[in-house]
Nanobody, 125 residues
Framework: DVELVESGGGPAEAGGSHTLSCRGSGYVDEMRCMGWFRQAPGKSREGVAV????????DYADSVKGRFTVSRDSAMHTVTLQLNDLKPEDTAMYYCVADRICQGPWSAPVAYVYWGRGTQVTVTS
């Protein structure tokens, strides 16, 4: 069906930058939305950013607006999350997500059928 594999996690310094990539395989071209969630220890999963191949503007969590950028390389079936001006509170497991229908609030985890296994980002001050 669809498989999502994240890469690029690791340690980062506060104020620094990091790039996460998600490579999709299978029926990726059928996905109407692809993006990223994150989950910090002891917290619920949080929608970070979602990209729409249709051309609609991406959605971002207020906490990352102006710092993170989501983009998609359709030829490579890859969704990238550029993280700038990192803060310790950005420390989390980051998950790639995708869905064919994308119904409901973009930041609701239940709106996405396909999830990657996650990649950890740890920001130190």
């Amino acid at each position: 069906d669809v498989e999502l594999v994240e890469s690029g996690g690791g340690p980062a310094e506060a104020g620094g930058s990091h790039t996460l990539s998600c490579r999709g395989s299978g029926y990726v071209d059928e996905m109407r939305c692809m993006g990223w969630f994150r989950q910090a220890p002891g917290k619920s999963r949080e929608g970070v950013a979602v990209f729409y191949p249709s051309g609609s503007p991406p959605d971002y969590a207020d906490s990352v607006k102006g710092r993170f950028t989501v983009s998609r390389d359709s030829a490579m079936h890859t969704v990238t999350l550029q993280l700038n001006d990192l803060k310790p509170e950005d420390t989390a497991m980051y998950y790639c997500v995708a869905d064919r229908i994308c119904q409901g609030p973009w930041s609701a985890p239940v709106a996405y059928v396909y999830w990657g296994r996650g990649t950890q980002v740890t920001v130190t001050s």
